[in-house]
Nanobody, 125 residues
Framework: QVQLVESGGGLVQPGGSLRLSCGAS????????IGWFRQAPGKEREGVSC???????YYADSVKGRFTISRDNAKKTVYLQMNSLKPEDTGLYYC???????????????????WGQGTQVTVSS
């Protein structure tokens, strides 16, 4: 069955970096766009970034210039490199499989049908 497993979260100081990984199994990663979302306590889950099957990328305004999404289809993994982290980046980060190849409505969670369990990112001094 379709599985997505996130890893790489942790505690980091403001200004620091983390790289999240999303391992995919049970489907051909090459054919799908993958998105990253996050949810802070008491807040709605929000879209962070998306990468299409061809490598086109999309970012929320709040992370543009700081986060970079990439994919390695051979390794069945999608990455989220997060630099210059801020306390407001704290949350549970999820990866999700889009309904198709493209990041249509890239940051709208209703376009995603399979989700991982999440990895916690905490930015604090």
């Amino acid at each position: 069955q379709v599985q997505l497993v996130e890893s790489g979260g942790g505690l980091v100081q403001p200004g620091g970096s983390l790289r999240l990984s999303c391992g995919a199994s049970g489907f051909t990663l090459d054919y799908y766009a993958i998105g990253w979302f996050r949810q802070a306590p008491g807040k709605e889950r929000e879209g962070v970034s998306c990468i299409s099957s061809s490598g086109t990328t999309y970012y929320a305004d709040s992370v543009k210039g700081r986060f970079t999404i990439s994919r390695d289809n051979a390794k069945k993994t999608v990455y989220l490199q997060m630099n210059s982290l801020k306390p407001e980046d704290t949350g549970l980060y999820y990866c999700a499989r889009n309904k198709g190849r493209y990041c249509a409505a890239a940051l709208d969670r209703t376009n995603y049908v399979h989700w991982g369990q999440g990895t916690q990112v905490t930015v604090s001094s």
